[in-house]
């Protein structure tokens, strides 16, 4: 007897019979999805129907049932020839029982965690009985994993359930980008058995071989694809998204298959850049509401075990090449890991590889929302944590490019400071994380510094001078100087001292302008002379000039010191 084993892709092909010699004689049509139509070669036992009763399944036959097989709570009563010729499983425990001269008034077979439960038992009856069993890529995962628990191999009997099964489950895999998805969904169900057949492991394989290849090229093999891709071709490389049309279908699996595919994707040299990208789209897809900290908009199939480990497993499994990740989404995956309190070690690495990053970041690589009523607009925190992380690798290690980190440091400070709910320690965190010498001019960070006083005008007096306090007052151009010493903002203490600093800096400027003017003066004169002998300028003039000149610097020296006593004396009645 010839078997069927037809695979199409639209009904007009069902029903299709194919010989022994070619079983698996398959194409994908317009985009359908496959579909296989299979029945055994040789059938041990004809029967009339197969009956529901209850939670029950009854074959009825011209011969009375002699077996009972329990799936869960459901009871199929069925006849031991058919079954026990195609299942070694059921045969060995039927014969056992046999043999150990149990009663046969109990013929109940109990089986427990059956790879698709009470439906794919039944397509298995189906198969076992002769009738049609239909096939699609969303039970064939199951029923090839149920076929190999029962052990329904050619042994027992020629073309039977795991041949049939596996040929079809190769094709699907091989020939359909769809099905292929459809597979690795199927498989969440029964994950032990889809990784101990290596099933995870041929979808993945299929996955990154058809995303390492030609986009035209996978669209002209692959019928279902190619509605999808061949239409958006040319709208992805306007838009530069040629290399990345899988992300899509790869950021809707689930972690452990989504991690499956990655490692399949890596090893088919697919570049560091498209995996991180790919990467980031899974986590931005499925994780991002769990940083809201919001119970309500977390998907609840996700636990917090389930978060942290996915957490850590995104960490691992990210491209070690150095412009794989952006910045941005490292800081993301930091807060997440912080959430999530996750492995001390992990969390040390991230930290590292994005400190290693600051110098060729910009301000808005930096900003991680949050989004708690009372939390500040971004995640300051982290930007803390890693600054400090890179602080401590410059003080073993010198970089050239500090101050790159500190214009940086001082631009993001910039840009948070009118937070209302930025904390004035907090600010002063951030501002003095980095060492001093980590900027040349202090003219941002006192910017930074102004636009957060003014955007707290509630602060004390010890607020504000410990978020005043980075600032270096040697290190500000002139303009900026001017500015600070008539700002009411700045704590009134710190306001005096500048103003005191600049007058003691004026003061050394004239008292050096006074003796070079001498110097001139006394060289005018030589020329002068000289303008006489030639008869070129009023020596008489210009003497008279000079000496009121002088007179009018002595004089505002003598306020200049009088001032500075006076500060002196205020600064110490307030101290």
């Not at 050394?508 to 005018?524: D, E, I, L």
């Amino acid at each position: 007897m010839k078997y069927s084993f037809a695979t199409c892709g639209n009904d007009k092909t069902m029903g299709r019979s194919l010989d022994k010699e070619n079983p698996t004689r398959c194409s994908v049509s317009e985009g359908k999805p496959n579909r296989c139509i299979i029945f055994p070669a040789n059938v041990s036992m004809v029967a009339e129907a197969l009956e529901r009763r209850n939670k029950d399944r009854i074959v009825r036959a011209k011969v009375a049932s002699d077996l009972i097989v329990q799936i869960a709570d459901s009871c199929f009563h069925l006849h031991k020839l058919a079954m026990v010729s195609k299942s070694e499983y059921l045969n060995r425990i039927v014969f056992k029982r046999r043999s150990n001269g149990e009663k046969e008034n109990n013929p109940t077979i109990f089986i427990s965690n059956f790879p698709g439960g009470i439906e794919i038992f039944e397509l298995v009856v189906k198969f076992c009985y002769g009738w049609k069993v239909d096939v699609t890529a969303t039970n064939i995962a199951a029923l090839y994993s149920a076929a190999n628990f029962l052990e329904m191999s050619d042994d027992l009997d020629q073309g039977n359930l795991i041949t049939k099964t596996e040929a079809f489950l190769s094709f699907s895999i091989l020939s359909s980008w769809k099905d292929t998805f459809q597979i690795l969904k199927s498989c969440e169900a029964i994950q032990s058995w889809a990784k101990e057949l290596h099933i995870l492991k041929r979808c993945s394989e299929a996955i990154a071989l058809k995303a390492s290849i030609n986009k035209k090229g996978f669209a002209f093999h692959d019928g279902d694809a190619q509605g999808a891709l061949a239409n958006n071709v040319e709208d992805w490389e306007k838009e530069g998204r040629a290399d990345s049309w899988w992300f899509e279908d790869v950021s809707s699996l689930r972690i452990d298959h989504f991690i499956e595919v990655i490692n399949s994707i890596k090893r088919k040299g697919i570049t560091s850049e498209l995996v991180g990208s790919c990467i980031a789209k899974w986590t931005s897809k499925w994780l991002s509401q769990i940083t809201s900290g919001l119970n309500n908009v977390t998907p609840k199939q996700l636990t917090h075990q389930l978060r942290r480990v996915t957490t850590e497993s995104l960490i691992r499994i990210l491209p070690e090449e150095e412009n794989a990740v952006s910045c941005n989404f490292l800081l993301h995956l930091l807060k997440l890991g912080l959430m999530m309190k996750i492995n001390a070690e992990l969390l040390n690495k991230l930290e590292r590889r994005i400190a290693f990053m600051l110098e060729h970041c910009r301000v808005s690589d930096l900003l991680v929302r949050n989004y708690g009523e009372n939390d500040t607009v971004y995640h300051v925190g982290i930007v803390v944590r890693v600054v400090e992380c890179y602080v401590s690798f410059v003080l073993r290690n010198p970089a050239p490019r500090i101050f790159v980190v500190g214009r940086l440091v001082d631009g993001y400070l910039t840009l948070i400071a009118r937070d209302k709910n930025l904390a004035a320690k907090r600010f002063q965190l951030l501002a003095e994380a980095l060492p001093k010498s980590a900027r040349v001019c202090d003219d941002n960070l006192y910017r930074a510094m102004d636009i957060y006083l003014k955007a707290h005008p509630d602060l004390t007096e010890e607020e504000r001078t410990s978020v005043s306090r980075a600032m270096e007052f040697h290190k500000l151009s002139q303009e900026a100087r001017q500015h600070m010493m008539k700002n009411e903002r700045l704590p009134l203490k710190m306001r005096a001292r500048y103003i005191l600093l600049e007058q003691v800096n004026i003061t050394k400027v004239m008292t050096a302008g006074g003796s070079n003017f001498c110097r001139t003066k006394g060289q005018a004169i030589i020329r002068v002379s000289k303008g006489l002998e030639k008869g070129r300028m009023s020596s008489h003039k210009e003497i008279k000039v000079m000496k009121k000149e002088v007179e009018t610097m002595k004089m505002q020296l003598n306020q200049l010191q009088m001032c500075k006593t006076q500060l002196q004396n205020q600064v110490k009645s307030w101290r």
